[in-house]
T-cell receptor
Framework: GENVEQHPSTLSVQEGDSAVIKCTYS??????FPWYKQELGKGPQLIID?????GEKKDQRIAVTLNKTAKHFSLHITETQPEDSAVYFC??????????FGKGTMLLVSP | GAVVSQHPSWVICKSGTSVKIECRSL??????MFWYRQFPKQSLMLMAT?????????EQGVEKDKFLINHASLTLSTLTVTSAHPEDSSFYIC???????????FGPGTRLLVL
């Protein structure tokens, strides 16, 4: 089955800096890669997703890049703000199968 | 759009009792719903997948007789934890997606504490 590795497990940045979280996947047939943000005590919230026919997608301060050859994808957050502090999960699936999640990255943005 | 609700948001019960958690898609028809559990500082672990009108498919290691799932309509799925024990204490989260789409939308979660 699919295996998703996520790094780093924790990431501390200063407000205004950029943050990058990286994930690798094992199943070359996976074609859907969402990113979720989970605040303490809440359910995950979809922040951006990308499909395998696209190399990059951007939504304001958030961007995701996908390298199918290397089987890795990354989340980029620019101009970080304290409210970006949360746990971020990457996931992969061979649509329309179930999602396989990474272990999560705790992002702390200090004012 | 794409709002999923869960009820209750938290529940405390005595060991041996059963607890029912509801998951509703508020503004779309959810042909497929998923149930996850999450322990502190860990990732989401898929428990089961349910399609409307069909029996749920359980992940390996998840006891189907303990975690009863019903997906009787396109907007409602329920998870019943039968004869709950302290080790069942966890954060239970549902998600839903509509037919033909990959995107899963998650509910706010239900925290279960079994005393």
């Amino acid at each position: 089955g699919e295996n998703v590795e996520q790094h780093p497990s924790t990431l501390s940045v200063q407000e205004g800096d950029s943050a990058v979280i990286k994930c690798t996947y094992s199943d070359s047939a996976s074609n859907y890669f969402p990113w979720y943000k989970q605040e303490l005590g809440k359910g995950p919230q979809l922040i951006i997703d990308i499909r395998s026919n696209v190399g990059e997608k951007k939504d304001q301060r958030i961007a995701v890049t996908l390298n199918k050859t290397a089987k890795h994808f990354s989340l980029h957050i620019t101009e970080t703000q304290p409210e970006d502090s949360a746990v971020y999960f990457c996931a992969a699936s061979r649509s329309p199968s179930t999602l396989t999640f990474g272990k999560g990255t705790m992002l702390l943005v200090s004012p | 759009g794409a709002v999923v609700s869960q009820h209750p948001s938290w529940v405390i019960c005595k060991s041996g009792t059963s607890v029912k958690i509801e998951c509703r898609s508020l503004d779309f028809q959810a042909t497929t719903m998923f149930w996850y559990r999450q322990f502190p500082k860990q990732s989401l672990m898929l428990m089961a997948t349910s399609n409307e009108g069909s029996k749920a498919t359980y992940e390996q290691g998840v006891e189907k007789d303990k975690f009863l799932i019903n997906h009787a309509s396109l907007t409602l799925s329920t998870l019943t934890v039968t004869s709950a024990h302290p080790e069942d204490s966890s954060f239970y989260i549902c998600s839903a997606r509509t037919g033909g789409e990959e995107t899963q939308y998650f509910g706010p979660g239900t925290r279960l504490l079994v005393l």
